[in-house]
């Protein structure tokens, strides 16, 4: 089994930044990829933005240029730098990690005001 708690969400002005983090747990092995979702209520979750074992990164074009995931190995953690947000940006964030299955984490609330 995989645990993963995300961290970082809160209340941000439209133009300010945040960065969450998803730290994993448990049986962690053969990772073929980590990704952050957001959701918000009534509509499905969206990918936001994946990153390969080997490092390779993609992105929703609507956060291009503002959002940088990145991962610690050695920390076992995955970290979502958030720049210039918007408030369409506002939503769950969800951490997912892909090895044998997919495993979620419970989410964390980003709340972006105009």
């Given amino acids: 089994q995989v645990q993963l708690v995300e961290s970082g969400g809160g209340l941000v002005q439209a133009g ?3 960065r969450l983090s998803c730290a994993a747990s448990g049986s ?3 990772i073929i990829s980590m990704a952050w979702y957001r959701q918000v209520p009534g509509n499905q979750r969206e ?3 994946t990153i390969t074992r080997a ?31 918007k408030p ?27």
């Fill in 16 to 18: 300010g930044s945040l």
């Fill in 28 to 30: 962690i092995f053969s």
């Fill in 47 to 49: 990918l936001v933005a």
């Fill in 55 to 85: 490092g390779s990164t993609n992105y929703v074009d609507s956060v291009k240029g503002r959002f940088i995931i990145s991962r610690d190995s050695a920390k076992n953690t995955m970290y979502l730098q958030m720049n210039n947000l």
């Fill in 88 to 114: 369409e940006d506002t939503g769950v964030y969800y951490c997912r990690l892909l090895n044998t299955r997919i495993y979620w984490g419970q989410g964390t609330q980003v709340t972006v005001s105009s």
